[in-house]
């Protein structure tokens, strides 16, 4: 398998894979022409929701019109980025070389360089070298996620598969660089989590009348309170929105470690929010 240091940086938005025929001899396959029946298989894997993972009906009929071209057709409009991304992955997975193949390789390096752009949102407030280092992560664990044949959910969603990679990284280097996670780390000015859901999620608002602004106030105390597994559990679970298994595969723990995590955290959500109000009921006393 390639290593990380077989990736030279990005320039342009490509890649020049100079150990790639190394990594490709590795992903040993026996397709050589497309198929024509029974080729799109189900997705493996699960949404949070405990849905299984599809394809979208765009990107189905896309592939089914791509399986009737010469192969050499399908990879250059692949590559070219022609196509969807996700029917890049699926030509990727489905027509592994038993050899190097430069053809085959201009579809790797064409699924880099789009997930890194990708990805670019995603990172663009870190400093350079934090970027350098979460391009870094993404790179080593999609490499790894191409040679176990583990892309189901880029085939699902480019983006989706690209933003639980990103936002893993992101978190690892910010944990590493970091003695603690901020707020503003967990929740980014790209996410979708607002600061009064992610108090909702750690438990600390009961009474609806609180006011947003003290929810906020708590919801910083209570980090200050978290260790960085406890942290990190958070910000898969609610921001990545990955599931307690996903969660756990990417700290190298089990589901019920990450529930015990987050039943930790939200303890100590919810004692501070009870020391708050008993510290407001004794001033209302005075």
């Known amino acids: ?28 396959g026996t397709m050589t022409e497309l198929p024509r029946e029974g080729a799109l298989k189900p997705l493996a894997g699960k949404t949070k929701e405990g849905k299984p993972y599809a394809r979208p009906p765009a990107v189905e009929a896309e592939i089914e019109a791509v399986l009737e071209w010469p192969l050499p057709k399908a990879f250059a409009l692949a590559a070219a980025g022609k196509l969807r991304p996700q029917t890049l992955v699926y030509l990727m997975r489905n027509f592994r070389p038993n050899r190097p193949d430069p053809k085959y390789d201009t579809l790797v390096i064409a699924f880099f360089s789009r997930l890194e752009r990708a990805g670019d949102r995603m990172i663009r407030d870190l400093s350079d070298l934090d970027r350098e280092r979460v391009n870094d992560l993404v790179k080593d664990k999609a490499l790894w996620l191409i040679e176990a044949d583990r892309l189901d959910i880029f085939e699902m969603s480019f983006k989706t598969g690209a933003e639980r990679l990103y936002y893993s990284a992101r978190a690892v280097v910010r944990l590493r660089s970091k003695t603690e996670v901020s707020r503003e780390d967990l929740v980014g000015p790209d996410s979708d989590l607002t600061g009064e859901e992610a108090a909702d999620a750690l438990s600390m608002v009961s009474d609806s009348s609180m006011p947003l602004a003290e929810a906020r106030t708590m919801l910083n105390q209570v980090l200050e309170m978290l260790n960085e597994k406890e942290r990190l559990a958070i910000f898969y679970v609610l921001q990545a929105r990955m599931t307690e298994t996903e969660a756990g595969a990417q700290m190298g723990c089990t589901a019920r470690n990450i529930r015990y995590l987050l039943k930790s955290a939200a303890a100590k959500a919810r004692a501070t929010e009870e020391r708050a109000r008993q510290g407001a009921r004794e001033r209302d006393t005075r």
């Open 1 to 28: 398998m390639a290593r990380r240091a077989d990736i030279p940086s990005v320039a342009k938005a490509d890649y020049a894979f100079s150990a790639f025929p190394l990594f490709v001899r590795s992903m040993r």
